[in-house]
């Protein structure tokens, strides 16, 4: 059913797939950006009642753990697709930043491409596991002990906080955007060729 909607819409695979391609590469940015957003309008509506300061060091310090999952999973993302990862630093302060990790691309120019989609977007991938997974034990063992329960709401809430693109990495993203837009073409297009989308 769902199938003969989208031929009527596009009856055209070539169109289909450049319209998918192009939907793909740019939700990611937009979710990315939007949770970025969410925490900071939250931020900042909570600094209207205390320090700005404190806020942000709730938001670092006390949600560490986002912190460091998040720069994991760019370092992971990096070495999973060849980059050769230069810095991983969990306590270094910039900006409203407590970490960051810096890299080098290896490769190919599609691999570089792929590099720079995959590493700045690894947060948003390995957050939303992360929160499934609480959920998962939050929604599917309801007689966990209360500590337990806390523990897991905790790294919840501190990986909602950090699962964010920042806007450097939008940057990187946007620079691997063109091959990889040009890459989900032609995925999406052999999908659509043999039926399957």
Not at 15 to 44: D, E, K, N, P, Q
Not at 93 to 105: D, Q
Not at 161 to 166: L, V
Request: proline residues 4%; hydrophobic residues 60%; positive net charge.
């Amino acid at each position: 059913m769902l199938a003969e909607y989208y031929d009527r819409i596009y009856p055209n695979m070539f169109l289909y797939a450049a319209v998918a391609a192009i939907l793909i590469s740019v939700a990611v940015i937009v979710v990315g950006f939007a949770i970025h957003m969410i925490g900071l309008t939250l931020a900042t509506l909570v600094g209207i009642f205390v320090d700005p300061w404190i806020v942000y060091a709730v938001i670092n310090y006390l949600f560490f753990p986002g912190v460091m999952i998040h720069e994991t999973a760019h370092a992971l993302f990096a070495l999973l697709t060849g980059a050769k990862v230069t810095e991983v630093a969990l306590f270094k302060k910039e900006g409203h930043s407590l970490g960051h990790v810096a890299f080098r691309n290896r490769g190919g120019v599609f691999l570089v491409a792929l590099q720079n989609i995959l590493i700045s977007a690894a947060p948003m991938f390995v957050g939303t596991a992360v929160l499934l997974g609480c959920r998962y034990v939050l929604l599917g063992y309801p007689d966990l002990a209360l500590w337990v329960k806390i523990l897991v709401g905790y790294l919840g809430i501190s990986m909602f906080f950090h699962m964010t693109m920042s806007p450097e990495d939008i940057k990187i993203y946007v620079r691997g955007l063109p091959l990889f837009s040009l890459l989900l073409f032609g995925v999406v297009l052999v999908f659509r060729a043999l039926g399957y989308l």
